[in-house]
């Protein structure tokens, strides 16, 4: 006799024991009955190569040009039907009258033009639970006159139907600052990040996602190549992104839109809106036109030039244009194309212009209009 | 970790991009219909994710943060960078 | 784009894929990557091949432990719910009850006592020493088979492999477990007919299925009638008797192996039947002995 103890039993088959729906749960434990990409939270069957190579400039009327090259590469790998790593290294190399993460540069240019460089790489673990998944990561980033470290941990936990997930994330990152030319020596900076987040699929064909992070970090934030440039000695980044995917299989296309508002103690509050759609055409290809527009209001200790006459010393200071307030519109398209066994190409071009006036309301008068683009080519490779 | 001091900076949401928000979200909910497992063909094409290109998404945050100063939103523990 | 149809027997019945692609070699591509899948599911597991994981597990019934795969593992998982939610009339240790009962004799005649007694004693499930890495059947005689399981999971393994192939407008249909990736080409659902229990090549109903999937376990399949009785192949694990509650019940759910081990369990609990189905959250067509049709009062 097939005489059992479970709890099933013991409390009838049609009683309280045994959740609703319990045999689909275990159903979709076996395996290849329903597509990986159904399910949330489950870890990468296959890798991912990818090489990227960006060339990037930018340009102000009369003014300076700066130039940067930079490779990178991203590799994705399942160890195990529950753990995958990732990482990435990117290298920039910077040439030009004023380097891009600096308004200024002291000391000899390198060979060949290059002025200055940036190493950054990262790796992350994800582990995949039934239903929730745990990341470790740790990132550097290191330039001739800072070195940044980071570490974090996310964990993200589905509902049962899979349609909703929530995130939860920590980031700490500790930062050190050498300025070349001496005045900001063995400077820190140490910040802590959170993030909680919560992705909805509300049909078939769309999803949306809404993040909220906060960042606080106090130490070393001046501009030590600027002449004058004292900034608070702690900052405060609320930010609330939305994102909405929309597939129309009208025409095949997904409409993808986002909205950012970031709240900063500096007082450089801004909006970010982006649109895009995304047109698979025939033979693989596909093309992406993209639509981003910025515009921040400026930092409460941000004063355009001259220096002002009758300003108090030691009071927070800065004309850097970057805490201006300025709108900025980005127009860029990506076209890609899928190739047998798993290969794929993309190219994607993209132009930034930066104006004072095109901030609702107008925004600094000594800004100079800045332009940008950059040249994003890519190659990579499932396996 | 401390307390966030905003108060200092009280400006309101333009009621314009509350409205664009609010009008995303709701669009969202006029279809609410969360699919079924084997409706999930389309959420899981590459277009249809969020960040599905990481590559894609960290170089145009470095280059968004070296020319603005809003930046967050997406993620934690991004490789930080000397530009303030 | 054209609607291909690739038609090949396998696990003993004619079987059917259906797939919607603008590329005929594409599709056939495709097509055989999924029935090869299928052959080795019918080869791993089917009990009359001798070297199947199946027949070596019981081949070491009352002996050593017989180390299995993550695959027959989750399978094993799998029945073993199926076990639980049935309160232990659905086992699949019970294939032993072919030595009682035999469909094919003619005349029929029904088994003694102590035939099905000798049958159910092997009948035990709780018994089996199963674990990650193996499996132990603890008493000579006792047999495993995946009879009400392999079949479904073949189909919806069948519906991944298009999908995941860039082809989701397709439909699988293995000896009447059928599942669709998806909808047709045009966002139409697939129309599955429902055969009549007591009308051979009688379609009792059309369900429409946009993807998931039908199957439907019924007292027509193999029986003998005696007596103005109808004796089926579906017996009750416990008592070694067929059920005679229902003559047929269809079960539309996402995955075919649900459906499948649903409709099959619930022609098991016999009275208990719908409020399981409610339970599991699926649709279902139920036809009683009487030929009364039920189905949900609900939409599911």
Redesign the interface.
Known sequence: ??????E??AS???GAA?S?????A??????????????AQTAPDQGLV?L?Y?D?R?WQPGGDRIHVH?P?L?LRKPLS?SLAA?G?L?YDSISGASP???NALSGASGKGGVTDY?T???VKLTKYFDGAAVGV?A???S?R??L?R???L?VRVSSD???RTYAF???G?S?D?DSTNGIAEGKHRR?????FGV???????????S?L????GHGY???PYKTIDV?PDHR??????????Q?L?RFDA?L??S???????????????EAAW?QPLADGW?I?PALRY?T??G??FYFDPPFPQGFSFGEPYTA?T??SAFG?LTTGVTIAKLLPEGWQMDL?VAL?R?RSDWR?GGGGPGLEP?S?R?I?T?ISKTF | MRSLDLSAHPAPLPRHWVCIAMVVLLSGCATLQPPKPWEKGRLAKQEMQFGADPIDVRLADHIYTSKEAGSGGYGVGGGGCGCN | MPLFRFSFDAMASPNELQIWHDDERQARTLADTAVADVRRIEAKYSRYRDHSVTARINCGAGGAAVAIDAETYALLGYADRCHRLSAGRFDITSGVLRHAWDFRRSPPRLPDEAEVAAATALIDWPSVEWSRGSVRLPRRGMEIDFGGIGKEYAADRMATICHEGGAPHALANLGGDVRAAGPQQDGSPWRVGISHPRQADAVMATVEIEGGAVATSGDYQRFFDLDGRRYCHIIDARSGQPVTHWQSISVLAPLCVLAGSCATIAMLLEHEAEAFLARERVAYLAVDSAGVLHRPAVAV
């Open positions: 006799m097939a005489a059992t103890d479970d099933e039993t009838g088959v049609t045994g609703a729906g319990a045999l689909l275990a159903a979709l434990a076996l395996p290849g009955v329903m597509p990986a990409s159904a399910l990818a990227k960006v990037y930018d930079s990178s991203y039907d990732e990435s990117v891009l993460y600096h940036r950054a790489g990262d990561g990132a550097i980033s330039e006159d800072y940044s980071t570490l974090s996310d139907d899979r349609n994330g920590i980031g990152a930062d600052i910040t802590v990040d959170l993030l992705t909805q699929a509300l049909s078939p064909e769309a999803i949306v996602q993040n992070t906060w960042s606080s934030y001046s501009d900034r405060r980044i609320v930010a609330w992104l939305t994102r909405y995917n597939h299989p997904t993808s839109l909205y950012r508002y970031v709240r900063d103690s500096f007082g450089s509050d801004s909006h970010t809106v995304h596909s992406k910025y921040q209001a930092a409460d850097d970057r805490l900025a994607k930034y930066q609702p800045l940008a950059w994003q890519g």
